[in-house]
């Protein structure tokens, strides 16, 4: 069994303030995708990264690939209320199951 | 939105008591997927589908069936409830090609009394 794990578990920060994510295995993906769960909601795909080293930025997130393709990160630029949520990282080390991490709780205080 | 509905979206239950939860999707998607999320556990997967009748195990198999029929239903049976099995469960959907990026349902909150 690859494993995911993420960190940290919890995170509590105020409007404005940036945080980072983490996602680590000492496996490698073909692909690693971020998700974006809200309470009584399934998970949400935020972004997919696939080269090794890779940074996408959705607006104020940016997520990264590393270069081995084992970890990745999200960081979150002066955070909102709205960013408040599950964040579950999730790699697919081949064919078509996924991975997923066990999650990393936010909350962003107004 | 991916067009995934799952029903019923609540239920309560007695241990040993059989139960069957549902997936339905519009978006004719090759695969499913039936997860159960925990806390601290995150997503961890059931079963899956990679056609109609086509199915495979995932890694928390034990004390579940599924079923494909039709490429868009896809059931989760859980054959005799037990209290582990309270959980809420999720299905998703993907297509073939691409990165896997998998689309969820809103799922099913279970509760085994």
Redesign the interface.
């Known amino acids: 069994t690859q494993l995911l794990e993420q960190s940290p578990q919890f995170l509590s920060i105020q409007e404005g303030e940036n945080l980072t994510v983490y996602c680590n295995s000492s496996s490698v993906f073909s692909s690693l995708q971020w998700y974006r769960q809200e309470p009584g909601e399934g998970p949400v795909l935020l972004v997919t990264v696939v080269t090794g080293g890779e940074v996408k930025k959705l607006k104020r997130l940016t997520f990264q690939f590393g270069d081995a393709r084992k970890d990745s990160s999200l960081h979150i630029t002066a955070a909102q209320p709205g960013d408040t949520g599950l964040y579950l990282c999730a790699g697919r080390p081949a064919g078509n199951k996924l991975t997923f991490g066990g999650g990393t709780r936010v909350l962003v205080k107004p | 939105d991916a067009g995934?509905t799952q029903s019923p979206r609540h239920k309560v239950t007695e241990t040993g008591t059989p139960v069957t939860l549902r997936c339905h999707q519009t978006e004719n998607h090759r695969?499913m997927?039936w997860?159960r999320q925990d806390p601290?556990?995150?997503?961890?997967?059931i079963h899956?589908s990679?056609g109609v009748k086509d199915t495979d195990k995932?890694?928390v198999s034990d004390g579940y069936s599924v079923s494909r029929s039709k490429t868009e239903d896809f059931l989760l049976t859980l054959e005799s409830a037990t209290s582990s099995q309270t959980s809420v469960y999720?299905c998703?959907i993907?297509g073939s090609g691409g990165?896997?990026?998998?689309?969820?349902?809103?799922?099913t909150r279970l509760t085994v009394l």
């Open positions: 995934i695969y997927y997860y601290g556990h995150g997503l961890r997967l899956y990679y995932g890694e999720f998703a993907s990165n896997n990026e998998q689309f969820f349902g809103p799922g």
